[in-house]
């Protein structure tokens, strides 16, 4: 049973959908899930009624939200593995550049970098 807030919530909104990351990411689901009309609710659900717009955003749903919200396993399960892609990318960015920056406090070059180990070194051991 909806509540008061979702109700005017969902009133007010006269079914426009807020333009913002999480709307994104929701119609490209619905695109790989060959579903996109049937996205909306879900997208209302997230932006308008809990005010979901950042990916950051989603990081903060728990298993218990997804399910009083009755957001579909399958759209979950590909929400999950995209912010899961998106901070492996994140971490991956964050450690090039730390490698970087702690070669490059020592004086190292990026040519040097490689020799001793830093940015790169994991390519040139792959060949090997």
């Known amino acids: 049973s909806k509540s008061y807030v979702e109700d005017h919530l969902a009133e ?3 079914g426009v959908i807020r ?3 999480v709307t994104s990411l929701l119609r490209t689901i619905g695109e790989e ?3 996109e009309e049937d996205m909306d609710p879900f997208i209302h659900c997230l932006v308008t009624l809990h005010w979901l ?7 903060l749903v728990e ?3 997804w399910t009083a919200w009755e957001i579909p396993e399958k759209v979950v399960l590909r929400i999950k593995a995209k912010l899961y892609e998106r ?3 994140k971490f991956n960015a ?3 550049s730390v490698s970087t920056s702690f070669w490059g406090m020592l004086g190292y070059g990026a040519d040097q970098q490689q020799q ?3 940015e790169g070194d994991d390519e040139s051991r792959s060949k090997e």
């Not at 717009?53 to 990081?59: A, G, H, N, Q």
């Open 87 to 89: 901070s492996y990318a």
């Open 94 to 96: 964050f450690k090039s």
């Open 12 to 14: 007010t909104s006269k």
């Open 33 to 35: 899930l060959d579903h």
């Open 53 to 59: 717009e950042d990916l950051d955003d989603l990081e």
């Open 19 to 21: 333009e913002c990351e």
């Open 63 to 65: 298993d218990r939200h």
């Open 116 to 118: 001793k180990g830093g």
